[in-house]
């Protein structure tokens, strides 16, 4: 099945370079930003929802599997009195057998850095936006695949993130 694979929207999967860069224009310096990404200590990747469905009948060997993909990100905040930073990122794939669902799998994760303590609230959510999605996409990227492998449904692995689009909320 997966040599007939197709990723859907291929020319809109690559974010364009503002998006691509989610610390841009946030109201710190690339300095301010450095000193921060030097000096943060990841404390957590935390599952918090996870919603899978699968349908392994819709699946037709002679049909391409089409796959969408999407990552956004639902929410990001700063604590100065503890210098913590989260933010919760939400991965999706949904794989179609023409114009069937055959298989979607959507996860939420929170992402958790310790900041230095001269960390701006800005530079911190910045790199905590720009970063922590990087950070949690591997444990979806495995769930997802284990997830569809107990469905019995044959996927090809998902790609690197840098092929996905960002929805910043």
């Not at 946030?26 to 919603?51: C, D, Q, T």
Request: glycine content about 4%; some cysteine; charged content about 15%.
């Amino acid at each position: 099945m997966a040599k007939n694979l197709k990723i859907a929207n291929s020319s809109q999967v690559r974010p364009s370079a503002d998006e691509a860069s989610v610390a841009a224009n946030e109201g710190f310096s690339g300095k301010e930003y450095n000193a921060v990404a030097h000096a943060a200590n990841l404390r957590s990747i935390n599952l918090l929802r996870s919603e899978m469905m699968s349908n392994p009948a819709q699946f037709d060997a002679a049909e391409a599997i089409s796959l969408s993909l999407g990552r956004e990100l639902q929410s990001c905040q700063f604590d100065p009195e503890t210098q913590v930073a989260a933010a919760i990122f939400k991965f999706s794939i949904l794989a179609k057998a023409g114009r069937k669902k055959a298989f979607s799998c959507s996860c939420e994760y929170a992402v958790v850095y310790q900041m230095p303590a001269d960390a701006t609230e800005a530079a911190a959510t910045g790199f905590c936006r720009n970063v922590g999605g990087f950070a949690a996409y591997p444990y979806f990227r495995a769930l997802a695949a284990q997830m569809a492998w107990n469905a019995g449904i044959e996927l090809p692995p998902l790609p690197s993130i840098a092929a996905m689009p960002i929805v910043p909320r």
